[in-house]
């Protein structure tokens, strides 16, 4: 925890103060044992993953782009196919379908929730080879009405930012997910690590396949791939940290209701929605700054004041110039556009202690209020 009064927008070193000793001991574990690459504690991780998400399988990579990446390869898709996404989400869910030979389909999203919306996906659906919705902020997207859209297309779901998040009581819905174990998620490693998990065994073989050089025995490719292991210094941080995932998401969902009562009635902010039947973990806590207010301005207020807000996402994918070769010009999908320019993240973690957040609360109301 820091020991001034500025308010981290996440506060990592807190959280590695909880896991430190139990890191310690598994970190000496792996440098006598000297295997530094998959091995016993990757595949411990991954056992405890996958009954952590209530999954047959969970196999680990070196990130969560390559994770996408790999689920999507492991389907045998149709090169140069459309995948359907959404036009708010963070870079990496495009570039994967880039990478794996595919094409991205960009829809808006809805405007209360800020999730895929499935009346766009609808119209989009028609050509594509898949659906590729994103949990956004610690919340699922509308999964039953997606997959009823879907029919008998793949749904590939990005879960980067909903370790521990459930929707009537699962976390997949379709037949393959992907996740990030980047520093700064719910559930987070000390540097890059990934997972797909999956009911299905010949999915999560593929997977596995793909993502160690196509190679189930070695110096035998049975089928191109690339490397991406997890390794297993990060399965050692990450098994220590799922231990303890499902209270520090509690403590989460606690600072959001707090966030809700301090911020109830506030002129200027808008408070994030949580959808019928999803039990959010809070990945994110954004607000909406707005109407006729800076957000820039208000970001830049609370800045000064020492409390850590940001910006996720404040260009939308298909403004990005990397894919500008998609054709959409500015007010293509108006609900994502109109949230680059207004959402503002306050801090969050499970550690944060009721007076950051009523210090939070303040410094925004003197923001908005300037």
């Given amino acids: ?9 996440v506060d990592l070193k807190a959280a590695h ?23 016993p504690e990757v595949a411990g991780f991954e056992e405890e993953y996958a009954a952590f998400s209530g999954t047959r399988h969970c196999v680990g ?13 492991a389907l045998g898709l149709p090169a140069g196919g459309g995948v359907v996404l959404p036009a708010n989400t963070f870079v990496a869910t495009a570039e994967a379908v880039v990478r794996a030979g595919l094409r991205p389909v960009l829809v ?17 659906l028609p050509g594509a080879v898949a659906l590729l919705p994103v949990h956004l902020n610690g919340q699922l997207a509308p999964m039953a009405a997606l997959l009823d859209l879907a029919g008998e297309l793949p749904v590939v779901e990005d879960a980067a930012q909903s370790q521990g998040a459930r929707q ?53 490719h049975e089928r191109f791939g690339f490397n991406s292991r997890m390794d297993a210094l990060q399965a050692v941080v990450l098994r ?36 019928p ?40 994918v298909h403004l990005q110039p990397a894919f500008r070769g998609l054709g959409h010009d500015a007010g293509a999908f108006p609900v994502a556009e109109r949230a680059a320019r207004e959402l503002l993240t306050l801090p969050l973690f499970p550690q944060i ?18």
């Fill in 240 to 275: 220590a940290k799922l231990r303890r995932l499902p209270a520090w998401n509690e403590a989460r969902r606690a600072a959001a209701e707090r966030y809700h009562r301090l911020l109830a009635g506030l002129d200027g902010v808008g408070l994030p929605r949580t959808a």
């Fill in 277 to 316: 039947g999803n039990e959010h973990v809070w990945h994110l806590y954004a607000v909406r700054v707005g109407p006729g207010r800076d957000r820039d301005a208000v970001l830049a207020a609370l800045n000064a004041a020492g409390v850590g807000a940001g910006v996720h996402y404040p260009v939308p």
């Fill in 17 to 39: 103060a909880e896991v430190a000793e139990e890191v310690r001991a598994g970190f000496d574990r792996v440098l006598a044992a000297g295997g530094y690459v998959k091995g």
């Fill in 1 to 9: 925890m820091t020991t001034d009064q500025s308010v981290p927008l």
């Fill in 353 to 370: 202690t009721a007076a950051q957040q009523e210090r939070v609360a303040e410094a925004l109301a003197k923001a908005l209020a300037a």
């Fill in 168 to 220: 009537h009581g699962r976390a997949l819905h379709g037949r393959i997910s992907a996740t990030s174990f980047y520093p700064g998620k719910n559930l987070g490693a000390y540097g890059d690590a990934g997972a797909v998990v999956t009911d299905d065994d010949e999915l999560a073989g593929a997977v596995r396949l793909i993502g160690d050089h196509g190679s189930g025995r070695k110096y035998v």
């Fill in 61 to 73: 990579a070196a990130n969560g782009t390559d994770a996408l990446e790999l689920a999507l390869r």
């Fill in 108 to 124: 808006d999203a809805d405007p209360a929730t800020l999730l895929i919306d499935p009346a766009r996906v609808a119209d989009a």
